[in-house]
C-alpha cells in the first residue's frame, strides 16, 4: 500500500438523517421494474410482451445499437405491464414477482477465466451495463478494452451507505468480481484507509485516499488523480454493488442483485437499511414516511440521485433512498437575516459556521433565483480536481467542443461537479449543464 | 397581508394578468420579501441558503463604515473651511443631508434602468445595482451637480451592463464607469482643488486641496499642507466622500473577507504592487513619498477593497487574481508618480485591468492545460 491521494478540498453537507447501522427488513416486492433509464446511453428494444414469464435473469430488453448488451429481470414471474411515457418512450417493465426461479449461467472459478468468457457471461447475464464507461458515462462498448478500470471502495456522498456495513458479508463476491474483471483489464481501487476491510482485496493496484470530505469517495476525481482520462482513451468504471453482482454470478451462476439500502434523509420517520433489489417500488417503504408531507423521494443521494417520486422504482446502481421534504415555504426577508441558524451554508455569510457539529433538516427550496455567474472563487473549493469548473460550465453553455475538451469534459460526470451546484449562489443547474455539454459531445465526435 | 399577496400574485401580476407587463417589478419586491417558494427541479436536491441578494447585501454593509464616516466628513470638512465647529452630530447632519441627495440619484436613476430593462427582457431584477449604487455616491466630489450623476449613472448601467446581458455579464466596474463619464465628460467638476469641500463660499483661507495633488510636490509638501500619515489614515482629510478613511475600509474588507465574498489575494496583491512601484520610486529617486503613504492617499483602499474585488470583473482563476490585483496596485502607483497633471490613479488602473482580466485568466488557463497534457504523456 504505497499509492496515496490526499485531497483538501470538498464539503461534507450537514442533512441530517443519517440510517442507523441496523437492518429493518427484508423487502420482497410484488412488483420490480425493469429501467432502461438508469443506463445512459442505452435504447431499448423490447424482448417480451405483457403475460410472458419471465426467470430471474432472463432477458426484458435489449440495446438497439449493440444487441449483444441485454437488461434481465432481477426476478421470476409474469412482466405485468410495459410503462411509456411521453413519445412512447420506453421507461420501465414491470415484472410481478412469483416464485424463485433463475437462469443457470453455470458457476465458474473467475481465476481460470479468460477476457473474452468474462464478457460473454456479464452481457448474457444482463451485467454488462453495470460497467460505466468514461469519458461520458454511457455503456461500456464490449469490442474496446479499456486502458484501466477504476472501483471506489467507499462513498463520501450525503448520507451514502456504509460500506464497510453494507457489503460486510459480500467480500467474497467482491473480490470474485474483481479477479473476474480483471482478466479484461488493470483494476485500480480506491479505499479510504489502510484498515479497510477493502484494502485486502487482491488482483488490483489498492491506492488510500487520504481525505474527510466529498467528493473524494467519486470515481471520477480518483481516477483524474491517478491516470486522467485524455481524449481517445476509454476508461470502466464499476461500483463496489455491480462487483458483488458480478462475483455472485462467478460464484453461484445465478443473477442475485439484492442489496442494504439505507434509508435516509431528514423527511424519514426510520432510518435504517432493508434488503431489496433494484426495481423495487418505494410504497414498500411504507412506515418510514409521512404520507401527510409532501415528500420527495430520491434514489440515491440529495446531490446526484433521481427524484422517482413516491410511486418511483429504486434505481439499478443506487443502494441509498433519501427522503426529503419539499420546501414551498416563504421565509420572509430570508436573505437580510442575520441569523437564520437553521439554514446550513458553506459560506461565511451565514452563522452556520458557529454549529459546526449541527445537523440541518433540509428541504427543496432553491434559496434563491437563478442569476448569471457572478461568485468566481466558490467553486474550485469543492472540486479537488485540476479543472476550472465556471469555464467548463461555460464552454458547455456556449456548446463549444474545443473549450469543452481544453477545460476537461472527459474527466468529468455530473455527479462530480454536483458541489459546485449546491454552493452556486446563482442557483445555476450545473449538472444538467454539464449532461447537455456530454451530450452534445457524444453528438459531435460519434 | 399574506393571503392579500396570494390572491393579488396570480391574478393581477402574473403573465396574462391585467398588470402582467410589470411582472418582473413585481416579482422584485415579492422575493426582496419573501424567499421565493421554488424547489429544485434538476441536480443537486439541496441548496446552500446563499444567494445573490446575500452577497450583495453582505458587500452594502460592508459599505456602510465608509459611507456613514463620509458623511461625518462631508460635515467636518465644511465646518473646517468655514472655520466653525458646532460639534460632531452637527456635522454629521450637514453632510447627511449633503450626501443623500447622491444617494437618491443613483439609486432613482440606476435602479430605474434595471427594473425597465429587465421589464423589457422579461427576466429577474438582478441585485448588482445595490451595491453600484452604494459605491457610486462614495466615488464622487460631494458637490457634483445631481444632474451630471444622473447622467453618468445612466451612462455607467446602460453602457457598462445592460447592453452585455446585465450583472454577471459586464466586463467594466460599473460604479467605476459612471465616475470615469464624470471625469473625462466634466473635468472642472471632478478635480482640481475646488471640488471637494461642499459649499465653500469663498472660503479661500484653506486650498480644499487633496493630500494627492501634492504628490508631485514631494511629502514636505503633503506635511506643510497640513496632512499626516495619520490623518489620512483615519480620513479627516478632503476626498470623495467614502474614501478617504482608511479605518472604515478596513472595517468593510474585514467583513468581505471574513465572509468570503471579496477576494483576500486581490486585495493583498493589489497592496503589494502599490509597495513595489512606491519603493522602486523612492529607491530611484522619482519621489520621497514613501510607498506606505501611498496606501492611504486617494481612492487606493477603497479601490482595492471595494472595487478591485468585484468578482464579475475581476480575473476569475485563483492564480490570474495575485497577478490581476498586483498589477492594479503597481499601475495606480505609476500613474500617481508620472502623472502629477491627474495624479488619481486607481480608477484607471482599476478599469485597464478590467480590461485585461480575461486575458489574464486566458493565459492561467491555457498554460494548466498544457501542464496538464504533460503531466499525462509522462504517466
Known amino acids: ?446 | 397581508m399574506t393571503m392579500e399577496e396570494n390572491t393579488v400574485k396570480p391574478g393581477l401580476f402574473e403573465k396574462g394578468g391585467k398588470l402582467g407587463w410589470l411582472h418582473s417589478t413585481w416579482d422584485a419586491f415579492d422575493t426582496f420579501l419573501r424567499v421565493p417558494a421554488t424547489v429544485t427541479a434538476k441536480g443537486s436536491h439541496v441548496r446552500d441558503s446563499i444567494d445573490i441578494k446575500r452577497v450583495m447585501i453582505i458587500v452594502v454593509l460592508a459599505l456602510v463604515p465608509a459611507a456613514l464616516f463620509g458623511m461625518w466628513n462631508v460635515g467636518y470638512q465644511h465646518n473646517l473651511a468655514m472655520n466653525d465647529l458646532p460639534g460632531f452630530w452637527h456635522q454629521f447632519w450637514w453632510g447627511l443631508w449633503k450626501v443623500i441627495p447622491l444617494y437618491l440619484v443613483a439609486y432613482i436613476v440606476g435602479l430605474g434602468i434595471e427594473f425597465t430593462s429587465a421589464q423589457i427582457k422579461g427576466e429577474e431584477v438582478n441585485e448588482g445595482y445595490l451595491v453600484s449604487g452604494m459605491i457610486i455616491p462614495l466615488i464622487v466630489p460631494v458637490d457634483v451637480p445631481l444632474w451630471m450623476l444622473a447622467l453618468a449613472v445612466a451612462f455607467a448601467v446602460i453602457f457598462g451592463k445592460e447592453v452585455f446581458g446585465g450583472t454577471g455579464m459586464n466586463f467594466l466596474n460599473p460604479a467605476l464607469l459612471c465616475r470615469a463619464f464624470l471625469f473625462f465628460s466634466y473635468p472642472s467638476s471632478m478635480s482640481g482643488s475646488q471640488v471637494w469641500i461642499a459649499h465653500r463660499c469663498g472660503a479661500d483661507a484653506i486650498t480644499g486641496a487633496t493630500p494627492l495633488s501634492y504628490m508631485s510636490e514631494g511629502m514636505s509638501s503633503i506635511s506643510n499642507a497640513g496632512y499626516s500619515f495619520w490623518n489620512m489614515f483615519a480620513g479627516t482629510v478632503p476626498g470623495s466622500v467614502g474614501e478617504t478613511s482608511v479605518i472604515a475600509i478596513l472595517i468593510g474588507a474585514f467583513i468581505l473577507i471574513w465572509t468570503g465574498v471579496a477576494s483576500w489575494k486581490v486585495m493583498v496583491s493589489s497592496v503589494a504592487g502599490a509597495l513595489f512601484v512606491g519603493w522602486l520610486g523612492t529607491a530611484f529617486g522619482v519621489t520621497d513619498v514613501p510607498a506606505y503613504v501611498q496606501l492611504v492617499m486617494g481612492g487606493f483602499a477603497f479601490g482595492t477593497v471595494f472595487m478591485a474585488t468585484d468578482p464579475v470583473t475581476s480575473a476569475q482563476t485563483e492564480c490570474g487574481k495575485w497577478i490581476y490585483g498586483f498589477l492594479i496596485g503597481a499601475l495606480c502607483i505609476v500613474v500617481r508618480l508620472f502623472n502629477p497633471g491627474y495624479a488619481e490613479g486607481m480608477m484607471l488602473a482599476i478599469l485597464l485591468m478590467n480590461t485585461f482580466a480575461p486575458l489574464i485568466d486566458h493565459c492561467v488557463t491555457s498554460s494548466a492545460t498544457k501542464r496538464r497534457a504533460k503531466k499525462v504523456s509522462i504517466a
Open chain 1, 1 to 446: 500500500m504505497s499509492n496515496n491521494i490526499v485531497l483538501k478540498k470538498g464539503l461534507n453537507i450537514p442533512i441530517s438523517g443519517e440510517a442507523a447501522l441496523e437492518t429493518m427488513r427484508t423487502i420482497a416486492p410484488d412488483v420490480v421494474a425493469v429501467k432502461p433509464t438508469d443506463f445512459k446511453g442505452f435504447s431499448p428494444r423490447l424482448m417480451v410482451k405483457e403475460g410472458d414469464k419471465v426467470l430471474a435473469g432472463s432477458p426484458v430488453l435489449a440495446d438497439k445499437q449493440n444487441p449483444d448488451i441485454l437488461l434481465t429481470s432481477p426476478v421470476s414471474g409474469t412482466v405485468k405491464e410495459i410503462v411509456r411515457g411521453e413519445k412512447r418512450k420506453l421507461l420501465a417493465v414491470l415484472v410481478k414477482a412469483e416464485g424463485n426461479e433463475a437462469v443457470d449461467f453455470g458457476a465458474k472459478d473467475p481465476k481460470g477465466l479468460k477476457a473474452e468468457e468474462v464478457k460473454e457471461t456479464l452481457l448474457k447475464s444482463g451485467l454488462w451495463p453495470t460497467i460505466i464507461q468514461r469519458p461520458y458515462g454511457v455503456l461500456a462498448n464490449p469490442a474496446q478494452t479499456p486502458k484501466a478500470v477504476f472501483v471506489s471502495a467507499f462513498s463520501t456522498a450525503p448520507l451514502a451507505a456504509d460500506s464497510e456495513f453494507v457489503f460486510k458479508d459480500d467480500l467474497a463476491a467482491i473480490q470474485a468480481g474483481i479477479t473476474a474483471i480483471s482478466k479484461v483489464a488493470k483494476v485500480h481501487v480506491c479505499v479510504n484507509s489502510e484498515t479497510s476491510a477493502f484494502a485486502k482485496l487482491q488482483d488490483a493496484v489498492l491506492h488510500t485516499v487520504i481525505a474527510k470530505k466529498h467528493p473524494a469517495g467519486n470515481v471520477g476525481v480518483q481516477i483524474s488523480h491517478i491516470s486522467p482520462i485524455m481524449k481517445g482513451e476509454t476508461v470502466w468504471t464499476l461500483s463496489l454493488l455491480s462487483l458483488a453482482a458480478i462475483g455472485k454470478l462467478f460464484l453461484n451462476g445465478k443473477l442475485d442483485l439484492c442489496r442494504k439500502v439505507a434509508v435516509t434523509g431528514p423527511a424519514a420517520l426510520k432510518t435504517g437499511y432493508v434488503v431489496a433489489m433494484p426495481g423495487t417500488p418505494m410504497s414498500a417503504l411504507e412506515g418510514c414516511f409521512d404520507p401527510a408531507v409532501e415528500t420527495r423521494f430520491i434514489s440515491g443521494d440529495v446531490l446526484s440521485g433521481e427524484n422517482i417520486g413516491k410511486d418511483g422504482y429504486l434505481g439499478f446502481f443506487d443502494n441509498q433512498v433519501t427522503l426529503i421534504k419539499e420546501g414551498r415555504e416563504r421565509e420572509v426577508l430570508g436573505w437580510a437575516n442575520p441569523l437564520r441558524f437553521n439554514q446550513f451554508s458553506s459560506s461565511m455569510a451565514y452563522f452556520s459556521w458557529l454549529l459546526p457539529k449541527k445537523k440541518y433538516n433540509m428541504d427543496t427550496n432553491t434559496h434563491g433565483g437563478v442569476r448569471a455567474f457572478v461568485c468566481s472563487d466558490v467553486y474550485g473549493k469543492v472540486l479537488p480536481m485540476d479543472i476550472f469548473p465556471v469555464y467548463l460550465v461555460k464552454a458547455c453553455l456556449a456548446g463549444d467542443i474545443d473549450k469543452m475538451e481544453q477545460f476537461g469534459i472527459y474527466e468529468v460526470l455530473p455527479e462530480d461537479l454536483a458541489l459546485c451546484e449546491f454552493v452556486d449562489p446563482s442557483k445555476n443547474d450545473i449538472q444538467a449543464i454539464i449532461q447537455d455539454g456530454i451530450d452534445l459531445m457524444i453528438k459531435e465526435m460519434a
